[in-house]
């Protein structure tokens, strides 16, 4: 406003006049953009906040120089002000993270821009030079009166704009905090409502196939209610596979790690495995001796070398060796070899991926859901290892798992 | 030689698998399938073993424990909770509370069976 004095004092010609009342104009509308800015999560980025820096000594020298416009000359301490502003804009563009500021974010659905939207935006560019323009073509002295209802207009709608903004952010936020609360439900449902019919399922059909029970049952109905048996109990993995995961998304995969020894953890693995691979005709051995020390959560450890076992049994037809193996080579370092159906190399970038099964599991008709895997990684990352799958020559693969181990992290250390 | 054991629980199948396979193992078994209903039988019958479902209504499986606990003619009561969380949170609070042991569902009623057995003999 401290322009208008100049723009009505002035003897400059109209587009003089109307560039100097623009300029500050440019200003209040930088700020607004920025100001969109500000309310996504790009304000947080070094870029964004060297352009805020920019914009605002920019605006302090103009409102310096707007106050005594008549006593500015060239080479004003003002100056100073621009030329710091003018660096910060170069600084702002050059920053890497500028990148981010301008990388196009995926879009939940495409934003209707109504026309009555467009209509205020427009005018709110226009008003003030209209003004100053209208008054120039009809000849009349340019009131202050004109000018300061022209940039007061220009204002109300700049904010009135973001105003609109704020309130549409308010309700996407109180949207995603309600979706939160509702997959936070969900999976309190699977843990409890899908457990509680499973027990009377699991429990009643042990009970049926009791021995110890007159009348015993005949082979027939045994053999189906045996049938029930293993589908619940795969029901129940699945469950329990799902409910894992949905943890593990939300980030409340909670280890309590203990030093551990691997070799022993991976022996009991393959001793609870032993009796379904001896059922399938496959050949499963361990091989491991000594302490291979790390630290981490015994049932965690334990779920994921099952896991490993498991998958492994699963794809090795009958007549097939498993090899279980533990060594310490820098790091602990546990081994699976099996000679299953195997996997190519372009699937082993994406075996450990969620959902995913490779072609042969499909193939083969091998039942799963593609969670194992996904599981096996996911527990391994929040150890700070790594887990690896590579096919063999001639059918098979390797799954190798890296965990820190605690000698050498002692030393290390 | 058999003990009284009480069991508890508010869905009437599961109630029914427990109470049938302790009574097939020979053990004399009451019921409740509310929490304040199992405390006030507690209470009258003093149980060798409470086997209590963590959710109740009435008052829950810890708070029972808790009351159970708070009881000195109870002493020789051992606990054993039942829950459908799999929460590591929930065994946690359950020992702390003082539980003798703690049987996740769905469980094999073999499994409770040993279990039982066990509590029974260590007491």
């Known amino acids: 406003m401290f322009v208008v004095e100049q723009i009505v004092d002035g003897t400059g010609s109209a587009s003089e006049r109307a560039v100097t009342a ?19 999560a790009a304000w947080r980025t070094p870029a964004f906040l060297l352009l805020v820096g920019a914009l605002v000594t920019m605006l302090v020298a103009d409102e310096i120089y707007g106050l005594s416009p008549g006593s500015y000359s060239p080479g004003d301490w003002v100056d100073l002000g621009w030329l710091l502003s003018y660096v910060l804009w170069a ?42 323009l209208i008054q120039d073509l009809r000849g009349a002295p340019l009131g202050v009166r004109a000018v ?15 105003v609109g903004i704020l309130r549409a952010l308010e309700q996407i936020r109180a949207r995603l905090l ?44 045994r053999s189906y209610l045996e049938v029930v048996s293993r589908s619940s109990a795969r029901l129940l993995r699945l469950v329990d596979d799902l409910l894992f995961v949905a943890r ?35 050949e499963l051995v361990f091989d491991g001796n000594g302490a291979v020390e790390v630290a981490a959560d015994k049932g965690r450890l334990f779920q994921l070398l099952d896991n490993l076992v498991s998958n492994a049994l699963k794809f090795t037809p009958e007549g097939g060796r498993i090899e279980v193996r533990v060594s310490l080579d820098g790091a602990a370092v546990l081994e699976v ?32 859901t593609g969670l194992g895997l996904f599981i096996a990684q996911a527990i391994t990352e929040a150890h700070g290892g790594t887990i690896s799958a590579t096919p063999r020559d001639g059918g098979g693969a390797v799954f190798r798992i890296e965990l820190p181990a605690m000698r050498t992290a002692m030393m290390s250390r | 030689m058999s003990a009284v054991i009480l069991v508890a629980d508010d869905d009437d199948d599961i109630l029914l ?33 409470a086997v209590l479902d963590v959710g109740m209504p009435g008052l829950d499986g810890l708070e029972v424990l808790e009351q159970i606990r708070g009881d000195e003619t109870l002493a020789g009561t051992r606990v054993l909770l039942l829950t459908a969380k799999a929460q590591e949170s929930d065994v946690r609070r359950g020992y702390a509370g003082g539980a003798d042991a703690y049987v996740k569902k769905p469980f094999s009623p073999a499994e409770l069976s040993t279990r039982v057995r066990e509590l029974l003999d260590a007491g």
Do not use: W
Not at chain 1, 251 to 267: F, I, N, Q, S, W
Not at chain 2, 17 to 40: C, Y
């Open chain 1, 22 to 40: 623009l300029y500050p104009s440019m200003d209040v509308l930088l700020l607004a953009g920025l100001a969109g800015f500000f309310v996504t």
């Open chain 1, 91 to 132: 600084a702002a563009a050059l920053h890497p993270s500028m990148r981010q500021l301008s990388r196009p974010r995926p879009r939940v659905r495409q934003l209707r821009v109504s026309p009555v939207r467009i209509v205020l935006l427009v005018a709110a560019l226009l008003s003030a030079p209209a003004v100053l």
């Open chain 1, 148 to 162: 300061v209802t022209a940039a007061s207009i220009m204002a109300v709608l700049v904010v009135l704009r973001l």
């Open chain 1, 178 to 221: 309600e979706a939160d609360r509702m997959k936070d439900e969900f999976v309190a449902l699977i843990s409890h409502d899908l457990r509680t019919p499973l027990t009377s399922i699991m429990g009643y059909t042990e009970l049926a196939l009791d021995d110890d029970v007159e009348p015993r049952l005949d082979e027939e109905r």
């Open chain 1, 248 to 282: 593990l998304q939300s980030g409340r995969l909670d280890l309590t790690p203990a030093t551990l020894d691997l070799c022993e953890v991976a022996r009991q693995a393959v001793g609870e495995a032993q009796r379904r691979a001896e059922a399938k005709g496959v």
């Open chain 1, 337 to 368: 070899c099996d000679t299953g159906i195997g996997f190519t190399a372009e699937e082993a970038a994406r075996i450990f991926e969620r959902f995913y099964r490779a072609d042969n599991a499909i193939e083969g008709q091998v039942q799963g």
């Open chain 2, 17 to 49: 698998l427990v109470t049938t396979r302790l009574r097939r193992d020979g053990h004399e078994v009451v019921s409740a399938s509310r929490g304040d209903d199992a405390l006030a039988l507690a209470r009258e019958i003093r149980p060798a073993l």
